[in-house]
T-cell receptor, first 114, second 114 residues
């Protein structure tokens, strides 16, 4: 049973470019959340998708957008990349959006902006 | 503002020894507390999750405790192994339970030496 799958694992982009990160949730999970983790810091919540809609959003600018597909997979898009966007981007899936259900994390995508 | 503080920031112990990691939180209202293990460059992996009514939970050599009155938690690792080298992150969820209600600590970086 596959867990959460993220692609690509590593990515290098130039400042000003756009990037798309992908996430496939764990089998049986229908909710996907995205986090940004800077080096040495805890993950920061970006947004959560459920039933193909953005349900919750953290304190991130509109340059960060997302999408969820009917098969529950999700994409994170970042436009006009800044050097400060360099981080590990984590996707977490869960059965329902909240409560005491566990969040299963993927291995992340390491984004480097140069 | 909800906060999770972890100590120590880093810890080095010899293989086979025990250790205890601390987590203090000011998240309110409280729903649950989770401990995750995160290997370098990988996503966090859940170790334990405890609700308000639980004061201890074990997962193999990992034992987590929770004192909801003092808002403190600890993670005790018994008979450490080299594979225990990782960052251990304490995550507290508010009563909404949603992904935006998760407050992450910065983690304790644990190094096990042979």
């Amino acid at each position: 049973d596959a867990g959460v799958t993220q692609s690509p694992t590593h990515l290098i982009k130039t400042r000003g470019q756009q990037v798309t990160l992908r996430c496939s949730p764990k089998s049986g999970h229908d909710t996907v959340s995205w986090y940004q983790q800077a080096l040495g810091q805890g993950p920061q919540f970006i947004f959560q998708y459920y039933e193909e809609e953005e349900r919750q959003r953290g304190n991130f600018p509109d340059r960060f957008s997302g999408h969820q597909f009917p098969n529950y997979s999700s994409e994170l898009n970042v436009n006009a990349l800044l050097l400060g966007d360099s981080a590990l981007y984590l996707c977490a899936s869960s059965e329902v959006a909240g409560a005491n259900y566990g969040y299963t994390f993927g291995s992340g995508t390491r984004l480097t902006v140069v | 503002k909800n906060q999770v503080e972890q100590s120590p920031q880093s810890l080095i112990i010899l293989e086979g020894k025990n250790c205890t990691l601390q987590c203090n939180y000011t998240v309110s209202p409280f729903s649950n507390l989770r401990w995750y293990k995160q290997d370098t460059g990988r996503g966090p992996v859940s170790l334990t999750i405890m609700t308000f009514s639980e004061n201890t939970k074990s997962n193999g050599r990992y034992t987590a405790t929770l004192d909801a009155d003092t808002k403190q938690s600890s993670l005790h690792i018994t008979a450490s192994q080299l594979s225990d080298s990782a960052s251990y992150i304490c995550v507290v969820s508010d009563s909404g339970g949603g992904a935006d209600g998760l407050t992450f600590g910065k983690g304790t970086h644990l190094i096990i030496q042979p």
